[in-house]
């Protein structure tokens, strides 16, 4: 494959339809479809405080969201978040959530779904008779080909790709809705030992579920105008998860009833088979393939602008900070994600990985949003095309939930807290010796 000898600038190809398709196509994974049992068990089988969950960690999503337009309206470049947090704290802090990123979050996160993705193809295609592992690398593989092709491409397969499981997820809630008629009768359920704790159990499952909007981020160095339509687009998006989302669960309760839908782990096969038949359950599994593979190709697309911007400040691999000279894309980088993500996938060391890690993630969206406060603080001239609305609070609100994610975890898995905080702290040696052996790849010439 043959690249540039000097790098060049990323080609503004996305617009409004694609950054808010994209946004959504990599938040909707399998979580609408498993998540809402958990959250009725966790809260009792109170429909009212289980769908007011979902409201609370959607608005919080919201106002995250709207910190970042503000963020990426001032810096429209490949990178978002990591470029937020350089431009506010630093380099080294910016380093430790890509490298955090690269070698478990997202790579993770990519495994995980594209093992996900190859065993619902086993189970509907049981002929097929290729191991889980297998398809999962063959997928990756393919997402990657597209990716590296083009970003126009891989963009227009996810808008449609996207379009198609928002189109069957809401036939299928306004299904359930119409047809349902669960009664609230049932077997009741064994009493929560602390709502408190029950309640914060239910608010990380559902934060997981909306879990995906700042991928985005990554891909404002392609998008067209970007300081006009990535605010938009990002808010649009995350309003459009909330709405979407409550649909989805108001069709489970309607359908299953709280206390039969608070026993189940499969919330949409079974609700989808009590009113349709055991048949028809399956077509909840093609959802979820469609789904999945949406939301992977979603991080195949955003997560290597963050790597190939890291590279082009001299802190990571600097073949990464390259664009193909053909297809304008960071291909090195795709490609190099795609394969550390394969190998996780094939040897299945990606399980325990991301249990430890994935909450980490938290910490750094908090400093995300903490640089919006920082920067208004630090460069108050610099042009705002957007800003967010109810400034200071709304960033405020969104770092609070957030740290209160983290302790949550920190005090009740100790263990696990300290596991992954050590994965990370492990970045910082390799910071320094990249930044002491290597230099930026030059850029674009203006």
Known sequence: MAASAAPAALRRTLGFTDLTLLTVGTVIGSGIFLVPGLVLRQTG?????????????????????????????????????????????????????????FTVIASGSIAALAVALGGYAGLLLPALRIPAPVIAVLAIAVL????????????????????????????????????????????????VASLAGGLGAAMIGVLWAYEGWQYVTFSAGEARNPQRIF???????????????????????????PLVEARSDRVAADAVGTILGPLASRLV???ILLSILSA???????????????????????????????????????????LWAALLAATGSFEQLLTYVVFTGWI?????????????????????????PGYPATPLLFVAAALLLVLNTVLTQPGRAAAGLGVVALGAPAFYAWRSGARPAPAPPS
Do not use: C
């Not at 490949?78 to 506010?88: D, F, K, Q, T």
């Not at 195949?300 to 193909?324: E, K, N, S």
């Not at 949003?369 to 630090?378: C, E, G, I, K, Q």
């Open 45 to 101: 089988g109170r429909t009212g405080l289980a769908l007011s969950v979902w409201i609370v960690a959607g608005v919080l999503s919201w106002l995250g969201a709207l910190s970042y337009a503000e963020l990426g309206a001032m810096h429209p470049e490949a990178g978002g978040l990591y470029v937020y947090i350089r431009e506010a704290f630093g380099p080294l802090p910016a380093f430790l959530y890509g490298w955090t990123s």
């Open 144 to 191: 990657a080909a597209l990716n590296v092709r083009g970003t126009r491409q891989s963009a227009t397969a996810q808008n449609w790709m996207t379009l198609a499981k928002v189109a069957a997820l809401l036939a299928l809630s306004l299904t359930l809705l119409l047809r349902g008629h669960a009664s609230a009768q049932g077997e009741a359920l064994p009493p």
């Open 231 to 257: 605010p938009r687009a990002i808010s649009v998006a995350t309003l459009g998860l909330i709405a979407l989302y409550l649909l989805a669960n108001l069709g489970y309760l309607t359908a299953l009833g």
């Open 285 to 287: 599994g093609g959802l």
């Open 296 to 338: 992977l190709n979603g991080l195949l697309l955003t997560a290597p602008r963050m790597y190939f911007a890291m590279a082009r400040d001299g802190v990571f691999l600097r073949r990464l900070g390259v664009v193909h000279a053909r297809f304008g894309t960071p291909a090195v980088a795709v490609l190099v994600l795609a």
């Open 364 to 388: 750094f969206y908090a400093l995300g949003a903490l640089s919006l406060l920082v920067l208004r603080r630090t460069r108050p001239a610099t042009p705002r095309p957007f800003r967010v």
